[in-house]
């Protein structure tokens, strides 16, 4: 993909390098997005669980500590 | 018009003597566009700024003499730096920079040695000085400010506004040419709840946009500084249902840095403006 860099002032377009840092940059940041929802959705997939096994919401933020 | 030299039994023209006249009662000004290192030619005059980026003046070594003095003022966005060449001291009241529509007379005590008097009110009676201001361009991925830190200042303010990204995106900063070494934690809140997510990650995530605009409150400490680089910021989503974020971070090495860059996570930046700004350390 082609991008656009800017220099201070000056805009041009990205070396190949440059590009390549970007496209690490998107895809590390995605990642990391990713990593984050999957954790959130463990824990909501916990909290359903420890529900299931009769635990009430006090009971079930004092055990994870929230 | 430059100081003149006239030698025994020369007869003056009156073309000569009302061009000095005329620099006592108006000064000659030249006008620079770009980095500018004094000439013997300046004594007298006035040197004036008007530029966009942030440019310096520089005084070399046994150019002037005791006595001499140069009027310096800046016409434009881009701060001057009045700065000295190897050799040479420059004493001046807190900084020596000099904002749009600012000035200030140098004053020569020897070859060597010169003070910088602010015939206006500087930023540095506030504490905080505008280093650099840059336009972000069109469509761009990334944006890198290459002056802004230095030895002056320990701490700096970063404000980023304005503009419009192409999507809902966030920027992360990088220092200098460090990819890596970054770690951060933050705490989001979503507009319409109370719920407070935590994060933790490795990258430097401190400011974001949307098609309405840009934003991201950025304090650095010690970019410049032989020590690790805190970073602690603050920004929001401008949507009524985006998030807000603070923030804080290390990048843990000792590199002492003076430029950053802030890339898109995705999707490009049109417009805005980035202001650097330098707490004053005393």
Do not use: C
């Amino acid at each position: 993909m082609t991008y656009k860099v800017q220099i201070d002032d000056t805009v041009r377009d990205a070396t190949p390098a440059e590009a390549a840092a970007i496209d690490a940059t998107h895809a590390a940041s995605e990642a990391q997005a990713q990593a984050a929802a999957d954790k959130a959705a463990a824990a909501a997939s916990g909290r359903t669980k420890l529900a299931a096994l009769g635990l009430t919401n006090d009971e079930i933020n004092a055990l994870l500590g929230a | 018009m430059a100081k003149q030299t006239f030698t025994a039994g020369q007869v003056l023209t009156a073309a000569q003597v009302n061009g000095l006249q005329t620099n006592d009662f108006n000064l000659t000004v030249s006008t620079k566009t770009a980095a500018y290192t004094f000439v013997v030619g300046d004594r007298g005059t006035r040197v004036v700024l008007n530029d966009t980026t942030a440019r310096t003046f520089t005084i070399d070594d046994a150019i002037f003499s005791a006595g001499d003095t140069i009027n310096v003022h800046n016409i434009n966005t881009g701060v001057l730096t009045i700065a000295a060449g190897a050799g040479v001291t420059l004493n001046g009241a807190d900084v020596l920079t000099v904002a749009q529509y600012q000035g200030g007379t140098i004053f020569f005590t020897s070859a060597s040695s010169a003070i910088f008097f602010p015939t206006a009110k500087t930023v540095a009676d506030s504490g905080l000085t505008l280093i650099s201001s840059t336009t972000i361009g069109t469509t761009v991925s990334s944006v890198t400010v290459s002056s802004a830190f230095s030895s002056t200042y320990d701490n700096y303010a970063i404000h980023i506004s304005g503009g419009v990204a192409s999507t809902a995106n966030q920027l992360i900063m990088q220092l200098g040419g460090t990819s890596s070494g970054y770690t951060r934690v933050a705490q989001a809140m979503t507009q319409g709840s109370a719920t407070i997510t935590g994060a933790a990650d490795t990258e430097w995530r401190v400011g974001g946009g949307t098609t309405d605009s840009l934003n991201g409150w950025v304090q650095l400490f010690g970019p410049n500084l032989a020590k690790r680089t805190v970073m602690q910021t603050i920004w929001t989503e401008p949507s009524s249902t985006g998030i807000g974020i603070i923030s804080w971070g290390v990048l843990s090495d000792s590199t002492q840095y003076t430029a950053f860059t802030l890339t898109t996570n995705t999707g490009t930046l049109t417009g805005g403006t980035i202001r650097v700004y330098g707490y004053a350390n005393s």
